[in-house]
């Protein structure tokens, strides 16, 4: 069972848009929240990454959006372009546990 | 910046022979994970290490074990290999927790 629910599971935004992506969690122990994209045949990068004292963190055009006591988290992305295409994937750690949502395929038209 | 180095990035293997993977972790990086993606899926956790002892375990086959060296690179083996261990496998490694760094992946193909 998925402990960290990712949705959408496909997205389609036009250039210049905001790509929003959510996850949920269960377990409250988690404390370390990352974001990952991937490219096809490549591995995971971490993009970035939130922890639970802090409602928000942006870094350029990506920002973590994060509601404690919803337990919900989620990734926009501004002025989304074409090689933002890949798939993303939220996570939540505690230590070295890490869970990974099902991936969201983003695809961005130009 | 240094990554995570893997090798090979591909392998080709028939059923039921073995297979050996190895990472290299970022420098001073004392965790190393290992990983197994299939198509369109998440990264399933398989094993992790901890200053060369094994600290945590994950969905592993019993036909799959690990180990990391005094060095730090880790090898995962594959034995008696079936089709459905055909995926990509990564290595991620860690500065004592949290922040995984992937590494390229190594492509296995069981035929």
């Known amino acids: 069972q998925q402990q960290v629910k990712q949705s959408p599971q496909s997205l389609i935004v036009q250039k210049g848009g905001i790509s929003i992506i959510n996850c949920a969690y269960e377990n409250t122990a988690f404390d370390y929240f990352p974001w990952y994209q991937q490219f096809p045949g490549k591995g995971p990068a971490l993009l970035i990454a939130i922890r639970p004292d802090v409602s928000e963190k942006k870094e350029g055009r990506f920002t973590i959006s994060f509601n404690k006591s919803a337990k919900q988290f989620s990734l926009h992305i501004m002025d989304s372009q074409p090689g933002d295409s890949a798939t993303y994937f939220c996570a939540a750690s505690m230590w070295d546990d890490m869970r990974f949502g099902a991936g969201t395929r983003l695809t961005v038209k130009p | 910046a240094a990554g995570v180095i893997q090798s090979p990035r591909h392998l080709i293997k028939e059923k039921r022979e073995t297979a050996t993977l190895k990472c290299y972790p970022i420098?001073?990086?004392?965790?190393v994970y290992w990983y197994q993606q299939g198509p369109g899926q998440d990264p399933q956790f398989l094993i992790s290490?901890?200053?060369?002892?094994?600290?945590d375990k994950g969905s592993i086959p019993d036909r799959f074990s690990a180990q990391q060296f005094s060095d730090y690179h880790s090898e995962l083996n594959m034995s008696s290999l079936e089709l459905g261990d055909s995926a990509l496998y990564f290595c991620?490694?860690?500065?004592?927790?949290?922040?995984?760094?992937f590494g390229p992946g190594t492509r296995l193909t069981v035929t």
């Open positions: 290490f901890y200053e060369k002892m094994q600290s």
């Open positions: 420098p001073r990086h004392d965790t």
């Open positions: 991620a490694s860690s500065p004592q927790g949290y922040e995984q760094y």
